[in-house]
């Protein structure tokens, strides 16, 4: 193309549809590192009376919990036959959630959508967040926590070693490996923005980004080499975040629990993780954009883009979930049968339609761009699927553990007053987290966007005129 | 040690068993299991490591019952045996599924994994209040709260008898080691035996027609072997 | 760098600007490795005319990949052998355990030996004082040049005619 | 008690070490020794096997105790004794928590603060004696004391009718609910009636080819369940190819029903004429050996098929069928159980059951009715036969009209046991003064002004004569597995030691210093014995091998037959059930039915009885109502509903269990539960159906009708949930296919 027509910011007025474009908006390298920074400082009383909500959630949670491992797993509403609840059926919301994260900014990185670049920081950390929530369940789980360093291989006194043949050590492994993963992952696409702030902020806060920027100049080098690490963590990140929700859907499918012993399980929490984790992330972002007054960044394009992504995700989870339930329902096996009539017209039915439909409803909704661009619609949607994903693992851990092959020892699951607080802890314990980072850290990744910008101009095709990706990195 | 490991295997006649409850007193007597009480009961968490189950079949007038006592069956190919993260439940040479409480972290994987649902998992700090700690049985772990226990076919009376009879120079003779409920069983129902000793009673009871073993197409090969009820044993 | 040496900043608006200042210096002799460029943006390879250079990163990553492999095999394939427990119908090592365990030990191997890796490769962290300008966050693109004194002029004449916003002795700040 | 070692205990121990059996006996007395200079049999951490017999329940099974370190530890079956051969009912196992239980006196009390008012003041014995001693002196008419007495060891019992009758005062009254519920008075009498000796049949189950059995629990709670079981296995599938035929009527399908290979759902009070029916179609049809039948033609004069089938709602072809059934076995055997004898017709009944093997010959065939032979033990049986329900009835009426002035009760809890219809609360409280000697404050030592704890049965010395006996006459001994825990002492010691006291002819009825003496003088007349399973050079030697097998037994097996001269001769009579209540108000039967596991109440207090599931329903820990589908259909409550069960004398509330196994006619209620007193475990916990039942007796036998009363039901719109084993969901299924 001739150089007259590609500029930076086309002068002519019809430049005034583009307005839109996050990456071809008329902003200054320093406008854009203002409007990321100045947020962070913006803590009205709002905030605070926030984090102190928060935090009294979390304290009754602790408090709960303590109360759990003074007394014993009698305080949970678990029994036989159902030795697993709400704890288990959390364990595994959380660690779908965290799925989002390396979704967002591996999966999209590679594929080089653009529109990832404003969220891309937000999405990390939301899976870093996630997965310490789902992380505290084990050992909630086992009621005597001290217990669980026995799990370590590591040559001991006890002369104990693990048996790596349990689905729960490859929990363990997998876990950990995927939280090392998308931490590391968030802090080094983190660095050149700590330096950022650390030009342009004082007092405590520049002390603290000078650390953590670990002396980032922006040199050629620095850049370079870390856009190779990151290239590399993209592509490595994806295989763990696969296995982790494989191996959680394992723990079940190994055991020969009718309606657990399902091959089909493994992809299935997957993608419906990936499901439940896009659509957290909608939320987060509708919700973070209100409070930080993020307009600027994450614009409707972006949620146009998620609002997609999630539909598609929600489709694929119908269709795994559907593969699943024909066999079972067809193969018409007696325990099956037996629990899916509990599921549709038995005890459970209440919470398996509410899953349904909290799972159904967004997806049609999502097909509108109207929904997919309005803020509060999609928030509505998303919402909705996080309750019906939820309810989902309720529903596969709980549900399908009150039957079993002997009617005698058959039984019933209601939570107890322990198991709910818990289980809210986590969920305000995420969200206080994830306030405080939002407050801490630059929650846009200014050199993200910058990138971008680089990539980006506009080109007239006869009349019209178009905006171009450059084909850099 | 005998030449081959024995098999332990326990015989549970359904045609005499009367369902009188003595196995279950019995077996809680020798193994510490603690008495929950009403509320955890209706909770669904009592400890009994062998209990009775209750069939009907029918209408009235022409009802009937039947019953089955159910413990561990002690399965060859145990689902609860791989699926523990430290090795609390494993497989011992002589075919006993073997439950080690101090190693138990309390994931609770093997009661989800077990078929059978005979495993029992204390759920709170198991009470004996002054004096009913004195009735404790000295041969057996008193489990703390936190871990999962389970039938051990009385391990611990098979060893006292290996131990005397190897102190007196000779093999356990068949029909000498008899766990708690197999002992006070008024009817018989139970016996219990080696069966890789062809002459034992059990290896002769195994080849009855009656014989089925419990949840038998699931191929967990139990070493509980059962006899159906109402048919002569011939 | 030797006492008789003089180093300068010299702060730009635009890249092309930068990179015709870049191509002018090596004229007048100066080489590569003479010159730092400090942007915020992380600009492609051979954007600004210069040689791209050799990293180690893929080799420590592979090394890290093949030590976590055999963590993983011991773990999965030769300690259950060590401690010899036998669980109801499986043999002591089976594939797909074996098969999980390594995998993931191999990625987590991956994931560290990158991080350390790079953070090994930019000698990070350094917090010592180190030539650097503020204005480079602010998207200013900073050329560091160390030159002998007698092309001074020369120097400084090639960086007005690209347009230097600034020129001058390079702060040393402690990062 | 003496605080030393005597000579005479020392040659125990010594005997007890050297015993092969390994069950060696325990020290006699108190000896305060610490374990750093054990008895020499006891080896620190080394268990010690000691004999004794089980005093749950009348049967007298023999057990083992294992003891560790001067500790009961397990209670298992004496493997050598005849009875029970090494098997144990649940309630034997769980005697230990008797021993152990924390709800145990500790010393002699006296009931401070009033009676029911709970408030104790420890006694020393001596002070205890001298109250004792001092209500005996001052009595105006030796015949103002009354003994009251239930579950007591034989030895007891003859040193206290020996102490009364010297005293000048009646004999003891016994009775306790398990009996009653047994029926044990109505079958003593009708054995007196048809073999002229009162005393309880054996019947031959193991042999048996077909059992009737009408209303008798005999693998529950009725006579001696351990060794029926055991027989009852062996008739299963004892004999090569041989399977015996069990048929049971009840009302309620039992878990005996449940063994059975047919239950008939039978009308309350209508067993007889069933026995009756099927007698009389094997006359007139001269099934099986038609020669025995001629001398009973006369007993079914009376009789008409149809007249029974329609009063018994059993069809008549179903009649011949069981006739034929019966008559066509070579050994068949016809039970009247507890069930009749709970009827206004009990008697009559019985003897209509038993009247079926007179005529088919049964009476002392293999696989038939028996006696127990006394033999040699001739001299142990004055055995507490239990009286009547109406002697009771006499005695009480005379507390009410004051005159008793001191009442001793021993080994039962009449203001549980007894209906209230019964009255015995009110009349206790007219009583001046009533001693108890129970371990715990159950309902009645709460009403008493002095409680003098006897030892617990693993604590102290006795011998029961096992009733009904096994096949070899038998003896089963009793002594202390464990020093005693606490400052209890042994009621015969007391009764011995104020004998002393009161001196005169009492005291020369009772002259031995302790009861020790008295038993070792008592089972040393065994020595000797050619008959015996063992014996001794010496009779101290004897002692100790008849406390190391836990009794003495003959040898061989030596059946009696009873002599059936004393033949009834007039035909018998056709009797209506009587029931109380009205019936259009009162629709429904009540059948209480002793828990397998609580018995009459007196296991209530047992932790492991309480957690130990019913059988039939799976519940524990609680009391419910067993309805038939129909009949909760109608009334419009599901499980776990909490009903009104009201009777003209009474009412309790109780959740509902569905039971598929019961008469749309008839509620059936376990008894056990609903103490007020008698413990942590016991107390505020289920209610008690005998407190509803009406204090009707059967006419012929005088024992209480328990099982005659009706009552009605009322929803109460409340739910309270059962402890149950079993999920409500597996609806009873085995598996879902």
Same mark, same amino acid.
């Given at each position: ?17 583009? &307005? ?103 999405? &990390? ?12 369940? *084990? ?50 696409? @983190? ?215 002997m009617p005698f020892n058959w039984g019933e699951y209601s939570p107890t007053w322990v198991e709910v607080s818990i289980v809210v802890m986590t969920f305000a314990g995420f969200a206080l987290l994830y306030t405080i980072f939002s407050r801490i850290f630059p929650y846009v990744p200014v050199w993200e966007i910058k990138e971008g910008r680089l990539r980006y101009t506009v080109r007239r095709i006869g009349r019209l005129l178009v905006p171009t990706a450059a084909e850099i990195e | 040690m005998a030449e081959i490991e024995p098999r332990w295997v326990l015989i549970v006649d359904l045609d005499r068993c009367t369902g009188c409850q003595a196995c279950v007193v019995a077996c809680q007597a020798e193994n510490n299991v603690p008495t929950v009480g009403e509320h955890e009961t209706i909770e669904g968490r009592w400890l009994h490591w062998i209990h009775i189950e209750r069939y009907w079949e029918g209408e009235y007038p022409n009802i009937k019952a039947r019953f089955m006592p159910v413990m561990c069956q002690q399965c060859t190919a145990a689902p609860c045996e791989p699926v523990c993260p430290v090795f609390a439940t494993y497989h011992t040479p002589e075919g006993l599924n073997a439950q080690i409480y101090n190693r138990c972290i309390g994931t609770r994987f093997c009661g989800s994994a077990c078929p059978y649902k005979t495993r029992t998992y204390n759920w709170l700090r198991p009470e004996f209040p002054e004096p009913l700690h004195e009735q404790l049985n000295p041969d057996v772990t008193v489990r703390s709260r936190g871990l999962i226990e389970k039938c051990t076919f009385c391990v611990q009376r098979i060893r006292r008898i290996e131990i005397e009879a190897h102190a007196q120079g000779r093999e356990p003779v068949d029909g000498e080691i008899q766990p708690a409920c197999v002992q006070t069983c008024p009817p018989d129902a139970l016996v219990f035996g080696d069966l890789n000793d062809p002459s034992s009673r ?33 | ?43 492609? &390879? ?130 | ?67 560790? /370190? ?93 102490? @009364? ?59 001696? *369940? ?60 001269? @099934? ?56 206004? /017709? ?174 070792? &003088? ?82 209530? /207090? ?8 019913? *059988? ?18 109608? @009334? ?102």
């Amino acid at each position: 193309m001739s150089e007259s027509e590609v500029l930076a910011y086309p002068e002519d007025s019809s430049a005034a549809e583009f &307005e839109d474009r996050l990456l071809l908006a008329e902003r200054t390298s320093s406008e854009i590192n203002q409007a990321v920074l100045q947020p962070m400082f913006r803590t009205s009383w709002k905030f605070w009376a926030l984090v102190i909500f928060l935090s009294l959630l979390v304290l009754w949670g602790l408090f709960a919990w303590g109360y759990l491992i003074y007394w014993g797993m009698g305080t949970a509403g678990i029994n036989r036959p159902v030795y697993w609840g709400f704890f288990i059926a959390t364990f595994v919301f959380w660690v779908g959630i965290s799925h989002a994260g390396t979704m967002i900014s591996a999966v999209l990185r590679l594929l080089k959508a653009d529109w990832r670049r404003p969220i891309t920081r937000g999405a &990390e950390a939301m899976t870093a967040f996630a997965l310490m929530m789902a992380g505290l369940f *084990p050992f909630i789980h086992l009621g005597r926590v001290w217990k669980f360093y026995w799990m370590l291989p590591y040559p001991n006194n006890r002369l104990m070693w693990p048996n790596f043949q349990s689905p729960l050590m490859w929990d363990m492994v997998a876990i950990f490996t995927y939280f090392i993963g998308s931490t590391l992952y968030l802090y080094l696409a @983190l660095i050149p923005d700590l330096a950022m702030a650390r030009d342009h902020t004082g007092k405590w806060r520049q002390k603290l980004y000078r650390v953590l920027s670990l002396g980032w100049r922006g040199t050629e080098a620095e850049w370079h080499k870390l856009h190779r690490a990151l290239s590399i963590f993209s592509v490595a990140i994806i295989p763990i975040f696969l296995s982790v929700h494989s191996i959680v859907s394992w723990d079940f499918a190994v055991t020969i629990q009718p309606r657990w012993h399902s091959t089909i399980f493994a992809p299935y929490f997957v993608v419906g993780a990936i499901y439940s984790g896009l659509a957290a992330l909608a939320c987060i972002l509708v919700i973070v954009r209100k409070g930080m007054q993020l307009q600027e960044f994450l614009r409707s394009e972006h949620f146009d883009a998620l609002g997609k992504l999630v539909l598609v995700a929600g489709m694929a989870w119908v269709y795994f979930w559907f593969a699943g339930f024909i066999v079972e329902w067809y193969g018409n096996e007696p325990v099956t049968r037996e629990l899916i009539h509990e599921e549709v017209a038995g005890s459970l039915a209440p919470l398996f339609y509410l899953q349904m439909s909290a799972n159904l409803i967004p997806i049609v909704m999502l097909i509108f761009k109207k929904v997919r661009t309005t803020p509060w619609l999609l928030l509505v949607a998303t919402l909705l699927v996080n309750v019906g994903m939820f309810t989902e693992r309720v529903l596969i851990v709980v549900g399908n553990l009150q039957r079993n092959f002997m009617p005698f020892n058959w039984g019933e699951y209601s939570p107890t007053w322990v198991e709910v607080s818990i289980v809210v802890m986590t969920f305000a314990g995420f969200a206080l987290l994830y306030t405080i980072f939002s407050r801490i850290f630059p929650y846009v990744p200014v050199w993200e966007i910058k990138e971008g910008r680089l990539r980006y101009t506009v080109r007239r095709i006869g009349r019209l005129l178009v905006p171009t990706a450059a084909e850099i990195e | 040690m005998a030449e081959i490991e024995p098999r332990w295997v326990l015989i549970v006649d359904l045609d005499r068993c009367t369902g009188c409850q003595a196995c279950v007193v019995a077996c809680q007597a020798e193994n510490n299991v603690p008495t929950v009480g009403e509320h955890e009961t209706i909770e669904g968490r009592w400890l009994h490591w062998i209990h009775i189950e209750r069939y009907w079949e029918g209408e009235y007038p022409n009802i009937k019952a039947r019953f089955m006592p159910v413990m561990c069956q002690q399965c060859t190919a145990a689902p609860c045996e791989p699926v523990c993260p430290v090795f609390a439940t494993y497989h011992t040479p002589e075919g006993l599924n073997a439950q080690i409480y101090n190693r138990c972290i309390g994931t609770r994987f093997c009661g989800s994994a077990c078929p059978y649902k005979t495993r029992t998992y204390n759920w709170l700090r198991p009470e004996f209040p002054e004096p009913l700690h004195e009735q404790l049985n000295p041969d057996v772990t008193v489990r703390s709260r936190g871990l999962i226990e389970k039938c051990t076919f009385c391990v611990q009376r098979i060893r006292r008898i290996e131990i005397e009879a190897h102190a007196q120079g000779r093999e356990p003779v068949d029909g000498e080691i008899q766990p708690a409920c197999v002992q006070t069983c008024p009817p018989d129902a139970l016996v219990f035996g080696d069966l890789n000793d062809p002459s034992s009673r059990v290896s002769q009871l195994a080849t009855s027609h009656r014989s089925f073993k419990l949840l038998g197409e699931l191929g967990t090969d139990p070493g509980v072997i059962y006899l159906k009820g109402g048919e002569t044993n011939v | 760098m030797s006492e008789n040496e003089i180093s300068l900043v010299a702060l730009f608006e635009k890249s092309t600007d930068t990179a015709k200042a870049i191509d002018d210096l090596h004229t007048l002799g100066i080489p590569d490795d003479r010159m730092v460029v400090m942007t915020d943006v992380p600009y492609p &390879e051979q954007a600004l005319g210069r040689t791209r250079e050799w990293s180690s990163l893929p080799y420590i990553v592979l090394a890290g990949a093949i030590v976590g492999l055999l963590i993983g095999l011991f773990l999965s394939a030769i300690t259950p052998h060590l401690y010899r427990l036998d669980v109801g119908g499986h043999p002591p090592v089976g594939f797909p355990p074996a098969a999980v365990i390594t995998f993931v030990f191999t990625m987590m191997a991956i994931i560290v030996s990158t991080f350390l890796g790079v953070l090994w490769e930019m000698d990070f962290p350094s917090f010592g004082p180190a030539p650097y300008h503020k204005a480079v966050t602010d998207g200013q693109l900073a050329i560091l040049i160390e030159f002998s004194p007698d092309l001074d002029d020369k120097v400084n004449q090639v960086l007005k005619a690209n347009q230097a916003d600034y020129i001058g002795e390079p702060e040393m700040i402690s990062l | 008690m003496t605080k030393r070692v005597s000579r005479r205990d020392f040659l125990k121990l010594t005997a007890g070490a050297t015993v092969v059996t390994g069950l060696a006996p325990s020290v006699r007395r108190m000896v305060l020794e610490p374990y750093v200079q054990p008895p020499e049999e006891v080896l620190p951490g080394e268990a010690t096997w000691y004999a004794s017999t089980c005093r749950l329940c009348p049967a007298g099974c023999g057990i083992i105790v294992r003891v560790i /370190n001067g500790r009961a530890k397990k209670i298992e079956g004496n493997p050598h004794h005849p009875l029970n051969q090494g098997k144990l009912c649940a309630r034997g196992q769980a005697g230990l928590q008797i021993l152990y239980n924390p709800d145990r006196l500790k010393n002699a009390v006296l009931q401070s603060g009033g009676r029911g008012s709970l408030k104790f003041e420890p006694l020393y014995w001596s002070e205890a004696l001298d109250i004792l001693v001092d209500k005996l002196e001052t009595l105006s008419n030796p015949n103002r004391v009354a003994f009251l007495g239930g579950l007591m060891p034989s030895h007891l019992y003859k040193l206290t009718t020996r102490f @009364l009758s010297s005293f000048g005062s009646s004999s003891p009254i016994i009775y306790d609910l398990h009996s009653a519920l047994e029926g044990r008075n109505s079958t003593v009498q009708l054995s007196e009636s048809l073999f002229g000796s009162p005393e309880l049949p054996i019947y031959d189950l193991a042999n048996a080819e077909v059992i009737f059995s009408f209303g008798a629990n005999f693998l529950e709670t009725w006579m001696s *369940p351990v060794s029926q079981s055991h027989a009852f296995g062996t008739m299963r599938q004892g004999q090569l190819g041989g399977r015996g035929f069990l048929v049971h009527f009840e009302p309620r399908l039992s878990a005996t029903a449940a063994s059975a290979d047919e239950w008939i759902p039978i009308k309350p009070g209508a067993e007889g004429y069933v026995a009756l029916a099927i007698g009389r179609i094997i006359l007139e049809e001269r @099934l099986g050996q038609a020669s025995s039948h001629r001398p009973y033609s006369i007993l079914y004069q009376n009789v008409d098929v149809q007249e029974m089938a329609d009063a018994s709602q059993i069809p008549v072809e179903v009649l011949h069928r069981f006739a034929r059934i019966f008559a066509d076995a070579d050994q068949a055997i016809a039970i009247p159980g507890g069930g009749l004898a709970g009827q206004h /017709n009990g008697g009559t009944s019985m003897l209509a059951v038993q009247a079926l093997n007179l005529l088919s010959a049964q009476i002392g065939r293999v696989g038939g009715v028996f006696l127990s032979q006394p033999g040699p033990t001739a001299g142990f049986r004055q055995n507490p036969n239990p009286g009547s329900f109406e002697n009771l009835s006499i005695l009480i009426e005379r507390m009410k009209s004051g005159e008793i002035d001191l009442l001793l009760i021993y080994g039962t809890n009449p203001v549980f046991e007894l209906p209230t219809s019964a009255g015995f609360a009110e009349a206790i409280a007219s009583v001046p003064y009533v001693i108890s000697f129970s371990q715990f404050v159950d309902e009645t030592a709460a009403r008493a002004d002095l409680i003098l704890p006897d030892h617990t049965y693993l604590e102290s010395w006795g011998y029961e004569v096992p009733a009904p006996g096994a096949a070899k006459p038998a003896v089963s001994s009793q002594q202390p597995v464990v020093r005693p825990l606490y400052d209890t002492r042994s009621t015969g010691d007391v009764l011995l030691a104020v004998a002393e006291r009161l001196g005169g002819q009492v005291a020369n009825a009772l002259p031995w210093s302790d009861e020790v003496d008295f038993l070792q &003088e008592l089972a040393t007349e065994l020595h000797g014995s050619s008959l015996g399973a063992y014996d001794a050079k010496t009779p101290s030697s004897f002692w100790a091998l008849w406390r190391q097998y836990g009794g003495w037994w003959t040898e061989k097996e030596i059946p009696r037959e009873p002599d059936i001269s004393t033949i009834v001769q007039e035909p018998i009579p056709v009797s209506e059930p009587v029931f109380d209540g009205e019936e259009n108000s009162y629709p429904y039967h009540l059948h209480p039915y002793p828990s397998i596991t609580l018995s009459d109440g007196r296991g209530a /207090n047992l932790p492991w009885l309480q957690g130990a599931p019913d *059988p039939m329903t799976t519940v524990c820990w609680g009391t419910w109502v067993e309805l038939n589908p129909e009949t909760a259909s109608s @009334l419009g409550v599901s499980e776990d509903d909490v009903v009104r069960v009201i009777s003209p004398h009474g009412e309790l509330e109780a959740p509902v269990v569905i039971y598929p196994g019961i008469r749309p006619d008839v509620v059936a209620i376990p008894v056990g539960q609903g103490h007020e007193q008698f413990g942590r475990f016991a107390e505020q916990r289920g209610s008690n159906p005998i407190a509803l039942v009406a204090s009707i007796t059967d006419p012929e036998t005088g024992s209480l009708a328990w099982g005659a009363t009706r009552v009605r039901i009322e929803p109460t719109g409340r739910k309270k949930s059962l402890a149950r084993l079993e999920s409500l969901a597996g609806e009873g299924r085995e598996s879902i296919g």
